[in-house]
């Protein structure tokens, strides 16, 4: 037998245990990649942004967020809608207002992001339309004085 096992050359480190598997070197992914310098790794933050559905709990906001993806079968953008619970400590936001979703960590099962207030961009047309609609500065036929 021992010259039936010589002759095929099927000796392995793993026969009889000689090996332990413990000391074989397998690739670890929790080890981190060999930095130049002292160059930081830098991880982008998640941010979304959605409209508050549900402000009725304490503390909490849902907030839905849309997206386009392409359609699995059409491949057509089609909107997708996903509903996130954020944490919003002053309860500050109401149902309709526009929040960005920054990722923290978890704070209860279901909320991992915060509830952050949306700058509004200078010159929309939300301000034109609240300001009567009219850019040219001639004043409309029901705001000029009856004669």
Excluded at 28 to 43: C, L
Excluded at 112 to 131: D, H, I, N, Y
Aim: glycine fraction near 6%; aromatic fraction near 4%; proline fraction near 9%.
């Amino acid at each position: 037998m021992a010259s039936l096992t010589q002759a095929l050359n099927l000796w392995s480190p793993f026969a009889h245990g000689s090996t332990p598997l413990s000391t074989l070197s397998k690739p670890n992914s929790f080890t981190k990649p060999a930095s130049s310098g002292s160059v930081p790794v830098i991880r982008a933050m998640k941010t979304m942004q959605g409209r508050v559905v549900c402000a009725t709990n304490d503390k909490t906001v849902a907030v839905e967020v849309v997206r386009l993806a392409p359609h699995p079968k059409y491949k057509r953008r089609v909107r997708m809608k996903k509903k996130y619970q954020a944490h919003d400590p002053d309860n500050q936001f109401k149902v309709g207002d526009v929040v960005k979703l920054e990722k923290s960590r978890p704070i209860s099962k279901t909320k991992s992001f915060v509830a952050l207030p949306v700058v509004p961009r200078s010159g929309s047309k939300v301000e034109a339309a609240a300001g009567g609609g009219n850019d040219l500065g001639i004043p409309l036929e029901s705001q000029q004085p009856v004669v």
